[in-house]
């Protein structure tokens, strides 16, 4: 069920994000930052002017919506903007006029297999005007000529696009980047869900001692990841995840990074295969989706695996109305939310142990970690229980622990990870790293 407080503050940040106009710029987004930034403290708003240029992109003016309605024959409002925010074509140009539904159709979208949803369409980078609209409503006595057009807005060449990023330092300074969009306006699981989700995600990793540093980023789709990128320290960014849907009714999944062989894409399966027990869903990575296609650019090969709870693309209510707030929930969110701290624990704890001494075994029963008592162990009519009642009651420490005493013991020579151990040993990386922190406490490890 998840607990009732993280539910509780997950179902009210659902509710007062979900209905914010956010598209790539705009205050919809300043908004959104702002309520973000009351439980990230260390959140800073970062502004790029319109017109820079990034790469090979330029930032577009910043864009706001004063109206956008459509009136009937009767002069009936049939459509408008702030009865749901994806009704307007977002960026949007201007238009006044009265139209015959000949021309108006020209401006018009909808989905006829899907009549009662509004779809999601975007005009960035080309000037054009339009309405989203349900199908049903074309087909209604209500959708009567002539029409009655006005559309408010306004494409600021001396605004600017803003994004948030926070820096949670840690040990080391190699990054590791938590990435999610801000620039969708009022659907839930895609957009509202990851951006919560990385935030409640970047909060509890602010709160811990870590051995890498974390940054958090929450931008425009697209751009605002090329404005990131095009003034980054590259070379300090090890690895990340784009967070991005996490809160629908499906099987969770992982979305495996551009090179299925780097430690971060091998560190997120074990993470999902552990908390699912094996059951999840696996997507191959293709240059397409979200913001992965920036990071793995020939520029910067940044691995960017993610988890997802209904992936963009596979639900028949993505770009639409339906993805609304009945569409997710505050415990598939938390679910999400759960593995990715998994994700994380993991993720940190990415290391090459190195022993402080390296010729043969250490003495592993003086230091309480083996039974003074042999014989018994793998002993297949012995059972699981050692003879040695003294050492099982002390120590706590099984099979399982003395496997990975013994693999450690035979490669951490400083060129294996920890990963690598558990992958050759069989043994989970939890339990791994269990017995690392083992060999630290009774300091067989170089720092």
Not at 139 to 160: A, C, L, M, W, Y
Not at 224 to 240: M, P, Q, R, S, V
């Given at each position: 069920m998840g607990n009732p407080n993280i539910l509780n503050r997950i179902d009210k940040y659902l509710q007062e994000l979900f209905p914010i106009n956010r598209s790539l710029t705009g205050s919809g987004n300043l908004i959104t930052l702002k309520k973000i930034k009351e439980s990230i403290k260390n959140l800073k708003f970062k502004n790029v002017k319109s017109g820079t240029q990034v790469f090979d992109w330029i930032v577009p003016p910043e864009w706001s919506v004063q109206e956008a309605f459509l009136l009937n024959s009767k002069g009936e409002k049939i459509i408008d903007w702030k009865n749901n925010n994806l009704h307007l074509l977002n960026y949007s140009q201007s238009f006044q006029g009265e139209l015959s539904k000949k021309d108006l159709m020209e401006h018009i979208f909808s989905i006829p297999s899907k009549p009662d949803w509004i779809p999601y369409r975007t005009s960035y980078y080309k000037k054009q005007w339009g309405f989203c609209v349900q199908h049903n409503l074309i087909?209604?006595?209500?959708?009567?000529?002539?029409?009655?057009?006005?559309?408010?807005?306004?494409?600021?060449?001396?605004?600017?696009l803003v994004y948030g990023e926070a820096l949670k330092s840690g040990k080391s300074k190699q990054e590791i980047i938590i990435s999610t969009y801000l620039c969708h306006p009022s659907m839930a699981n895609d957009n509202l869900s990851g951006l919560l989700t990385a935030s409640f995600l970047f909060?509890?990793?602010?709160?811990?001692?870590?051995?890498?540093?974390?940054?958090?980023?929450?931008?425009?789709?697209?751009?605002?990841?090329?404005?990131?990128?095009?003034?980054?320290?590259?070379?300090?960014?090890?690895?990340?995840?784009?967070?991005?849907?996490?809160?629908?009714?499906?099987?969770?999944?992982?979305?495996?990074?551009f090179d299925s062989n780097s430690w971060i894409n091998e560190i997120s399966h074990m993470a999902i295969s552990d908390y699912t027990k094996g059951d999840y869903i696996t997507y191959p990575f293709i240059p397409d989706g979200s913001d992965e296609r920036q990071y793995s650019s020939p520029g910067f090969r940044i691995n960017t695996p993610s988890f997802h709870k209904c992936k963009y693309h596979e639900f028949d209510e993505y770009h639409t109305s339906a993805d609304n707030l009945n569409f997710i929930s505050?415990?598939?969110?938390?679910?999400?939310?759960?593995?990715?701290k998994k994700w994380f624990h993991y993720v940190d704890s990415y290391n090459f142990p190195t022993r402080n001494l390296m010729e043969c075994e250490y003495q592993l029963g003086k230091r309480g970690l083996f039974p003074n008592l042999g014989g018994s162990m793998y002993q297949k009519v012995a059972g699981e229980q050692f003879e040695d009642k003294n050492f099982n009651e002390i120590s706590k420490i099984g099979n399982i622990h003395m496997n990975a005493f013994n693999w450690i013991m035979h490669l951490a020579d400083g060129k294996f990870s920890n990963l690598e151990i558990s992958k050759k040993s069989g043994i989970s990386l939890e339990i791994i790293n269990e017995a690392l922190n083992i060999f630290k406490k009774e300091g067989l490890l170089l720092d």
């Open positions: 087909e209604s006595p209500k959708f009567s000529e002539p029409f009655q057009v006005s559309i408010k807005t306004r494409h600021d060449i001396n605004g600017s909060e509890y990793i602010n709160k811990l001692e870590t051995n890498f540093s974390y940054r958090l980023l929450i931008v425009p789709e697209t751009i605002g990841t090329i404005c990131f990128l095009a003034n980054c320290k590259k070379e300090n960014i090890i690895g990340g995840t784009i967070v991005t849907n996490t809160a629908g009714p499906g099987k969770l999944s992982v979305k495996e990074s505050a415990e598939n969110l938390n679910e999400t939310l759960e593995l990715y």
